[in-house]
Structures are given as structure tokens and as C-alpha cells.
């Protein structure tokens, strides 16, 4: 139950803990989802009883006749009243010293009350119980809503409740297909492509690069672009790295498509945990193509450059070209990150030298 404390015209309740009468004001709705009325009237208690975790009376509406008892006194032994704000549990003197419109909670004997954040999880519990419902009442809410900070929250509130997550076909999901080439027939084609046309554009950068490489070594840099084409072919270009239908160690996403960023360069995890689902709608699939993936140690500054540099001065040396091939085009290098976490600054990193040329064999003679 939640009360308000000290003010006129309000109901009193009392015998909390030994609290003295707390005045209430009771709203014209209430939210049940403590006790349900039959049950509590069993037990003897009114249908309030069991409000730490469902029925709240809070400060608006007008006073109705009161549910609880004559005399106000609520029959709950070993009850206790706390802050709504924060949880506070309240003492006698702490009660007292209150000022008007406090507003409280009454909790049961093994209830709890963690301020807000009770309310954030009880709202977040009708999320994925009750999804449709809350899309619903957001859009009513959004139709009158004239604030712009409360029309992004709902906005917001809409797009990542609203979508066909399970849908995989074009038949079961059309309006997330707009715009797409006819060809793709479900998410996950779609979704491999966009990663593969990624990867493809990397290839295309190494291979541009040939015309800075010294002209002595072009042959041979030439020969290490096939090489990695060859082993893009036969991977698929990595376009398992958003498929969701792929095993969970091939693919960054859940088996429902829900991508978590995973920070900066130089971070280990992302501060602001951004998450996404391109599956889920169309919005969704459009921003997704705003994340990066980003090469950790970095391809236009460092890679490329050094693996042009390997080939001229290979001196005899065998270039480890799948070295380069992981920095260039797999997770070994690359993370996946929301724009906000793509840092574009130098990050200062370099090819391990170890590992540029591959190690000779030790030729050992048999006295």
C-alpha cells in the first residue's frame, strides 16, 4: 500500500509496526496485484493486503470509501512502512519527523521495497509479459503527448517493443523487407549479406593498395590478395558473424538476433551497453547498418601498410599472410560497435613483428 503521510482529509491507517495512524489518501483507481480480493477477504484481511508488491495508493484522486477496516487499523502483524522514494524502512521517530505529502509504502510480513527501481522491474515485467498491450497504451500516450522528452521516451518505448522478432520468412513479415532487393526471401539472408558486403569492402581496400606498394614487390603482394580471396570464398566472407541461424560460436548475435556492442578499441565492454536487434523491425535493421565493425589494431594506419612494407623487405622471408589475413577480416581483430563507441582517433596499435614472417624450419644436421 502506498500512503501519504500527514495532511488533512485523508484516511488514517495505523497499527504498522507500532507506528502511530498514518493518513492516507485513497486514489479513485488502484492497482491490484498483490492479494486478489477473494483470497484476502479468506484470510480476513482487506483487499489491500499484499500492496508492497501490487495495490499502491499514492497522493492523486479523489478520496473513495476505504477498503481496510473500521477505525483504520490494518491487520497485518509484523507489517512495516518504508519510503516509496528509496525503501527506507521507517523508525517511530523517523515516521514522526516527516514532512506532509511523504509519500509510503506499507509492506507485508517477507515483502521488500527497493524504491523505483521496484517500479522500473514491475514495468519492465509487463515488457515481457504483456508487450502488445504496453505498445498500446504507449501509442495513446504518444498521440497527446506534446513534451519532447516524453515524446522520445514513448517513441522509443514503441520501436523496441514493436517488432516481429520470431519472424524469419518475407511471408510472415513484409514490412520489414521494404526496401530490400527481392532476392532475400528471409532475415538471415539478408542479414549474412550485410555482413559479407562488409568484409568484401575491406578486400577491396587491400587491393587497392597495391598501387602504393613498391613496384618490386607487387607480384608478391599480389600473390597474398589471391591467397586471402581464395579463404574469403571458401568462409563465405564471415557472413555468419550476423546470421543468427549459425552456430553460437560463429555468430555475434543471440539465436534471437540481439546484438550487444562491444565497446570501444580500447575498452574491454561497452559503458553504455548498447544492444540491438536488426530482426526485430524494419527501424532496427536500418540503424543496425550504423555499427561498425572496427578493426582493433587499424587497417588503413597499421595493417595494410605493414603488410606492404613485409612483402618488400622479405628478404628470402615467407610473409605470414593469414597473420594479416585474421587482423584484416576476422574477430581476432575486429569488434562490433554502436557509433558512439567507434572511436576514430589514431589508436596507436601495431602488427606483432613476431608474427609478420613465418618461422623457418631448423634444418639439424645428424652427426
Same mark, same amino acid.
Given at each position: 500500500m502506498r500512503a501519504v503521510a500527514?495532511? /488533512?482529509? *485523508?484516511?488514517?491507517?495505523?497499527?504498522?509496526?507500532?507506528?502511530?495512524? /498514518? *493518513?492516507? *489518501?485513497?486514489?479513485?483507481?488502484?492497482?491490484?496485484?498483490?492479494?486478489?480480493?477473494?483470497?484476502?477477504?479468506? =484470510? %480476513?484481511?482487506?483487499?489491500? /493486503?499484499?500492496?508492497?508488491?501490487?495495490?499502491?495508493?499514492? /497522493?492523486?484522486?479523489?478520496? $473513495?470509501?476505504?477498503?481496510h477496516p473500521p477505525g483504520g487499523q490494518v491487520p497485518l502483524p509484523g507489517?512495516?512502512?518504508?519510503?516509496?522514494?528509496?525503501?527506507?524502512e521507517l523508525t517511530e521517530s523517523y515516521f514522526r519527523a516527516l514532512p506532509p505529502q511523504t509519500e509510503l509504502v506499507l509492506l507485508g510480513p517477507? =515483502?521488500?521495497?527497493? %524504491?523505483?527501481?521496484?517500479?522500473?522491474?514491475r514495468f519492465l515485467a509487463a515488457f515481457c509479459d504483456q508487450g502488445d498491450a504496453v505498445v498500446e497504451a504507449a501509442r495513446k500516450l504518444l498521440s497527446d503527448e506534446r513534451a519532447p522528452r516524453r515524446q522520445k521516451l514513448?517513441?522509443?518505448?514503441?520501436?523496441?517493443?514493436?517488432?516481429?522478432?520470431?519472424?524469419?520468412?518475407?511471408?510472415?513479415?513484409?514490412?520489414?523487407?521494404?526496401?530490400?532487393?527481392?532476392?532475400?526471401?528471409?532475415?538471415?539472408?539478408y542479414m549474412r549479406y550485410s555482413c559479407e558486403s562488409r568484409i568484401r569492402s575491406y578486400m577491396?581496400? $587491400?587491393?587497392?593498395?597495391?598501387?602504393n606498394v613498391h613496384p618490386t614487390a607487387r607480384d608478391a603482394y599480389k600473390g597474398i590478395i589471391d591467397l586471402m580471396s581464395d579463404?574469403?570464398?571458401?568462409?563465405?566472407?564471415?557472413?555468419?558473424?550476423?546470421?543468427? *541461424? =549459425?552456430?553460437?560460436?560463429?555468430?555475434?548475435?543471440?539465436?534471437?538476433?540481439?546484438?550487444?556492442?562491444?565497446?570501444?578499441?580500447?575498452?574491454?565492454?561497452?559503458?553504455?551497453?548498447?544492444?540491438?536487434?536488426?530482426?526485430?523491425?524494419?527501424?532496427?535493421?536500418?540503424?543496425?547498418?550504423?555499427?561498425?565493425?572496427?578493426?582493433?589494431?587499424?587497417k588503413?594506419?597499421?595493417?595494410?601498410?605493414?603488410?606492404?612494407?613485409? $612483402?618488400?623487405?622479405?628478404?628470402g622471408r615467407e610473409v605470414n599472410w593469414e597473420y594479416f589475413y585474421q587482423l584484416l577480416f576476422t574477430v581476432d581483430n575486429l569488434k562490433l560497435v554502436h557509433i558512439a563507441c567507434h572511436k576514430k582517433t589514431n589508436h596507436n596499435l601495431s602488427c606483432d613483428k613476431a608474427k609478420i614472417y613465418r618461422k623457418r624450419k631448423q634444418n639439424h644436421k645428424i652427426s
Open positions: 500527514a495532511g /488533512a482529509g *485523508r484516511q488514517h491507517v495505523g497499527g504498522a509496526a507500532g507506528f502511530p495512524a /498514518a *493518513r492516507v *489518501r485513497q486514489p479513485a483507481e488502484v492497482r491490484r496485484g498483490g492479494r486478489e480480493p477473494a483470497r484476502a477477504a479468506a =484470510e %480476513g484481511l482487506p483487499a489491500a /493486503a499484499g500492496a508492497g508488491r501490487g495495490l499502491r495508493r499514492g /497522493a492523486a484522486g479523489s478520496p $473513495v470509501r476505504p477498503s507489517s512495516r512502512l518504508c519510503l516509496y522514494e528509496d525503501g527506507t517477507g =515483502e521488500t521495497w527497493r %524504491g523505483c527501481a521496484s517500479d522500473i522491474g514513448l517513441a522509443d518505448l514503441i520501436h523496441n517493443l514493436h517488432g516481429n522478432i520470431p519472424a524469419e520468412d518475407k511471408k510472415d513479415d513484409e514490412k520489414w523487407f521494404e526496401g530490400v532487393e527481392s532476392r532475400f526471401k528471409n532475415k538471415s539472408s577491396k581496400e $587491400v587491393s587497392s593498395f597495391i598501387s579463404k574469403l570464398r571458401s568462409v563465405k566472407y564471415n557472413g555468419c558473424y550476423f546470421d543468427r *541461424r =549459425e552456430e553460437a560460436a560463429a555468430r555475434l548475435c543471440t539465436a534471437e538476433g540481439w546484438f550487444s556492442c562491444q565497446g570501444p578499441f580500447d575498452r574491454d565492454e561497452c559503458p553504455c551497453k548498447h544492444s540491438i536487434n536488426p530482426y526485430s523491425n524494419r527501424e532496427s535493421r536500418i540503424l543496425f547498418s550504423t555499427w561498425n565493425l572496427d578493426h582493433i589494431i587499424e588503413k594506419r597499421a595493417v595494410v601498410p605493414e603488410l606492404a612494407e613485409a $612483402v618488400k623487405t622479405r628478404d
